[in-house]
């Protein structure tokens, strides 16, 4: 199984949800995990300092990562690409050519209260605190994820 994170940056939202998929998911082989943005503002930069530091608190290391941006041949690489927000996923769904394409994309928040359409709120205007309440809220997703695989 093949997952793709998508935000806006690929700095702050996508680049801890694919740490925190990751480290629930660290043990189990068949499963990958990547993220992207939709933009191209920050390709090459490392995940913001807040996102850092709350993944940090929580044993998870994202230092590693470098923001990217989502390309045509991930809707090939990937089998389902999350988006954190409504913005990114019309962004994705305009991009997709087959309906193959359109089915893989997913709102991550839907993995917690299916159908809604909520998205993780973007956090890089904020301060700290959002970056709390983004972690909360991609952790519940990504456990409901783990236990989809399992
Ligand atoms: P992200 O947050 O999409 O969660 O990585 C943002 C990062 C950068 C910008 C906006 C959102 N920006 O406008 O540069």
Same mark, same amino acid.
């Given at each position: 199984m093949r997952i793709l994170m998508v935000c806006l940056? !690929? &700095?702050?939202r996508s680049p801890l949800a694919e740490g925190i998929l990751s480290n629930k998911t660290?043990?189990?082989?068949?499963v990958m995990v990547d993220s992207a943005g939709?933009?191209?503002?920050?390709?090459?930069s490392p995940p913001d300092e807040r996102s850092i530091n709350i993944a940090k608190k929580h !044993? &998870?290391?994202?230092?590693?990562q470098r923001a990217r941006k989502f390309s045509q041949e991930d809707f090939d690489k990937f089998d389902i690409i999350y988006a954190m927000d409504t913005s990114n996923y019309k962004h994705l769904i305009s991009l997709a050519n087959t309906e193959e394409e359109k089915n893989k994309i997913r709102m991550i928040l839907n993995e917690i209260n299916?159908?809604?359409?909520e998205s993780v709120p973007d956090?890089?205007?904020?301060?700290?605190d959002g970056f709390e309440i983004v972690y909360n809220l991609l952790n519940q997703a990504c456990e409901k994820i783990k236990s989809s695989i399992e």
């Open positions: 940056g !690929n &700095i702050c660290k043990d189990l082989d068949e939709t933009a191209g503002y920050h390709i090459g !044993n &998870i290391n994202l230092n590693n299916p159908n809604s359409f956090p890089y205007y904020g301060g700290e």
